[in-house]
C-alpha cells in the first residue's frame, strides 16, 4: 500500500520502520521541519538507538506532497496535536482512504477520543469523500517494535473487514495484529492506562514496593474499565492488549515516560521539573483534566485518577495523595458498575 504517516516521533517512526519492512510504501510527514531534515540525512530517530532506516521511505515537509497517494494514513502525533493535524491533512486525502489513530488520549472540553476528532475535522472539510476510520492501540513500546522485538498490537475499527485488512498490513513475524470492533474502549484504554502509569511511578519515586505497584495496575484498571463501560465500550475490551495489556507494560517498563515521570514526581519534582528532565510529551498528564470532566460526566468514581490530578494540578503531596487512597472507606472488589 501507499501509507503516509503524519508524525515523526519514536512511534511514528517505528511504524514507519515496521511498515518499510512489510514492503509498503511509505512516506513521512512532519509539521517539524528540521525532524525531516536529521530523518533524509542520517536515517535514524536520536530516540530510537540501534535503528537504521532503510532508503526505500519517502520524507515530506509538504502534506500535500505527502497525502498525494496515501491510499492509508496514519495520525501518530502527540494527542495535543492530533487536531490540528487532521484540519491540514483534510483537504489532501484520498476519498476511501483509511485513517488510522496511533495516538492515545481524549481532548479535554469536548471529551472526544482521537478518532473523533480526526472524524469531526476531516468529514466536515472534505465534502463528498468516504474515508474509513480506525484506531491502533495496545503493549508497543517504540524502542522494541524499532528493534523488531516480539509485539502483540490492536487494530480497532467499527467495519471488521477494514480491522482485518490492517491487521494484514502491519502483521509480520515480529508484530501479532489482533482485530477489535470496539473503537470506544480500545481509545478510552489507551488514553486512561497512561494516568494509572503516573501513578505507578509516582509509588515507585516514594520507595514503596511491588505490592503497592500491583495495587494500582489492578485497581487502575477496575476504575478504567468502570469509565469504559459507562461510556458504553465493552468489558472484554479492558481485559486484553489494549486494556490490561498496555496497562502493565506502560506502568512496569523503564520505557515510559508516564512512569518515569512519576518517578521524578514521587522522588520530590514538580511536574514542570520532570517532563524538563524526560524532554517528551507526557501523554498522562495532558489526559488527567479529560479524564476528571469524564468522570463528573458519567459519575464513575476514579479515586487513582483523582489522587493524581491532585498532586500535579494541586500541589498535594504524594504521601498525602496515597494515605487518602490507603484510607478510604472498605468496599466489594468485584464492581465494574
Known amino acids: 500500500m501507499n501509507i503516509t504517516v503524519l508524525g515523526a516521533g519514536t512511534w511514528g517512526i517505528a511504524l514507519t520502520a515496521l511498515l518499510a519492512k512489510n514492503c509498503h510504501d511509505v512516506t513521512v510527514w512532519s509539521a517539524i521541519p528540521k525532524e525531516i531534515d536529521e530523518l533524509i540525512i542520517t536515517k535514524t530517530h536520536k530516540n530510537l538507538p540501534g535503528l537504521i532506516l532503510p532508503d526505500r521511505i519517502t520524507y515530506q515537509k509538504d502534506i500535500e506532497a505527502a497525502l498525494s497517494d496515501a491510499e492509508l494514513v496514519i495520525y501518530v502525533t502527540p494527542s495535543e496535536f492530533i487536531r490540528k493535524t487532521a484540519r491540514l491533512s483534510a483537504p489532501y486525502l484520498k476519498d476511501g482512504a483509511i485513517l488510522v489513530s496511533a495516538a492515545k488520549g481524549i481532548e479535554s472540553g469536548t471529551l472526544m477520543t482521537m478518532t473523533d476528532i480526526i472524524k469531526d475535522e476531516v468529514f466536515g472539510a472534505a465534502e463528498n469523500k468516504h474515508f474509513h476510520i480506525a484506531a491502533l492501540s495496545g503493549p508497543t513500546h517504540a524502542e522494541e517494535v524499532a528493534l523488531g522485538l516480539p509485539t502483540s498490537i490492536v487494530a480497532a475499527s467499527e467495519d471488521e473487514e477494514i480491522s482485518s485488512m490492517l491487521a494484514k498490513v502491519f502483521f509480520n513475524s515480529c508484530m501479532r495484529v489482533y482485530t477489535n470492533t ?156
Open 182 to 337: 470496539d473503537v470506544l474502549g480500545v481509545e478510552v484504554a489507551g488514553a486512561l492506562k497512561n494516568i494509572i502509569a503516573l501513578a505507578a511511578g509516582v509509588n515507585r519515586g516514594m520507595g514503596f514496593g511491588d505490592n503497592a505497584n500491583a495495587m494500582l495496575i489492578t485497581r487502575g484498571l477496575a476504575e478504567i474499565t468502570r469509565m469504559g463501560m459507562a461510556m458504553g465500550a465493552r468489558l472484554e475490551t479492558f481485559m486484553g492488549l489494549a486494556g490490561i495489556g498496555d496497562l502493565i507494560v506502560t506502568c512496569t517498563s523503564p520505557h515510559s515516560r508516564n512512569n518515569r515521570c512519576g518517578v521524578l514526581i514521587g522522588q520530590g519534582k514538580s511536574y514542570e521539573e520532570a517532563l524538563s528532565e524526560i524532554g517528551m510529551v507526557v501523554e498522562g498528564y495532558h489526559a488527567l483534566c479529560a479524564a476528571i470532566e469524564l468522570s463528573e460526566k458519567h459519575s464513575v468514581d476514579m479515586p487513582i485518577t483523582r489522587a493524581v490530578y491532585d498532586v500535579i494540578h494541586s500541589g498535594v503531596s504524594p504521601y498525602v495523595a496515597i494515605r487518602a487512597l490507603m484510607t478510604r472507606d472498605l468496599k466489594n472488589e468485584i464492581n465494574f458498575s
